[in-house]
């Protein structure tokens, strides 16, 4: 392939309710989207984070930059596109995975269209749908966390993910697993919330039966993490603090995490998530593919990741409506709990362009062939 022309194409779509965690509170998915043109095929994909840095250290305009003047003249120098060919090149440029995972994400589309591949062939996927899950935000009061998992669960989901925070934790849990029995498949997430010094007061999430604690200490910190869990017996998963596969087994190692959290933005791509993935389950590790409140470009791909055989637990890749009373692509709807995974070349899905032009604040070139 030839790379002709690449676009952004900012998009912000209203949630249907606000979504808190300790980092703060969105009511609108505000990102952009990447299109990839080549002389084979386009290819689509989304950028994961926020407009502000507070999830992680990329935020959307600093992610356009990078992009622009650093990521795009390397893939732009090579004599053949290919996704394969990408890492050497942008391996240069320190950090920004997100940004890297936005570009790679789009050639890829682009060159498994141009072969007729899905995107679950060519990671290896060994299911036809997922089981989905889904990540329930701090709440106003514990009644009305009830009500939201009441009806999540009527929905078909069928794993509850609880965000937490200190001063948030205990009575939530106690609340909804007392309401909904000791069957119910039960995760909370900290978001680096806690320290070590909370120890002890975590501990007392024990007595849940919960299936993980994700990232409740500061990201990257390993050490603390494996501390922690030497104290806990309800496992440790990471999220934030896995950055790549060799991050992956220094955290097993170590006894730092006994499930892994993966998001392919986080890691650069989706080549790199299948290596955590791989790292993972050869150690007997249970995977998870984790969300970002995705798009329908951006939900698509994660369903072929979270169809790998490690993936063994339900990851958050919840149906559309869970996060918007309109997406930007075709809704994937809940049936049964699970979610298809796209079987159509690449991704599988593309914008709708109604839905893509109400819903897009602006675009630009970023690349134009000579």
């Given at each position: 392939m030839k790379l002709e022309r690449v676009e952004i194409v900012h998009v912000a779509i209203p949630l249907v309710s606000p979504f808190r965690t300790s980092f703060g509170t969105m009511t609108t998915k505000d990102t952009f989207l990447l299109r990839v043109v080549t002389d084979a095929a386009e290819g689509w994909s989304e950028f994961a984070g926020d407009p502000e840095p507070l999830y992680c250290?990329?935020?959307?305009?600093?992610?356009?930059?990078?992009?622009?003047?650093?990521?795009?003249?390397?893939?732009?120098?090579?004599?053949v596109l290919g996704t394969a060919h990408l890492a050497p090149v942008l391996d240069g440029i320190k950090g920004h995975e997100l940004a890297k995972a936005a570009l790679e994400t789009a050639v890829l589309d682009a060159e498994l269209r141009s072969y007729g591949m899905p995107l679950a062939t060519y990671l290896g996927s060994v299911r036809e749908r997922v089981p989905?899950?889904?990540?329930?935000?701090?709440?106003?009061?514990?009644?009305?966390?009830?009500?939201?998992?009441?009806?999540?669960?009527?929905?078909?989901?069928?794993r509850i993910k609880l965000k937490i925070e200190p001063g948030w934790d205990l009575e939530p849990v106690r609340a909804v697993r007392e309401r909904f029995g000791a069957d119910l498949p039960l995760q909370v997430d900290a978001n680096t919330a806690y320290t070590l010094a909370d120890a002890e007061h975590?501990?007392?999430l024990d007595a849940f039966g919960l299936l993980l604690i994700e990232e409740p200490l500061a990201e990257n910190n390993l050490y603390a993490h494996a501390r922690l869990q030497q104290r806990l017996?309800?496992?440790?998963?990471?999220?934030?603090?896995?950055?790549?596969?060799?991050?992956?087994?220094?955290?097993?190692?170590?006894?730092?995490?006994?499930?892994?959290?993966?998001?392919?933005?986080?890691?650069?791509?989706?080549l790199e998530a299948r290596r955590v993935h791989d790292v993972a389950h050869a150690h007997g590790v249970p995977v998870w593919c984790g969300g970002m409140l995705e798009t329908g470009i951006g939900r698509a791909p994660n369903l072929a990741l979270a169809a790998l055989p490690g993936c063994t637990l339900p990851g958050d890749t919840s149906?559309?409506?869970r996060y918007f009373a309109e997406d930007i692509t075709e809704p994937f709807v809940l049936v049964d709990g699970h979610l298809p995974v796209p079987r159509s070349p690449g991704i599988g899905v593309e914008p709708l362009p109604e839905a893509l032009r109400r819903f897009a604040k602006g675009r630009r070139d970023l690349y134009t062939a000579l």
């Open positions: 250290s990329e935020f959307v305009a600093g992610a356009e930059i990078v992009l622009r003047d650093f990521l795009l003249p390397r893939v732009a120098g090579l004599p989905a899950g889904v990540s329930v935000g701090i709440k106003e009061s514990v009644g009305e966390l009830l009500d939201a998992v009441e009806g999540y669960l009527a929905e078909g989901y069928v975590l501990r007392r017996a309800t496992p440790l998963c990471l999220d934030e603090s896995l950055h790549n596969a060799r991050d992956t087994a220094s955290a097993i190692a170590m006894d730092a995490c006994r499930v892994v959290n993966v998001k392919p933005a986080r890691v650069g791509g989706y149906a559309s409506s």
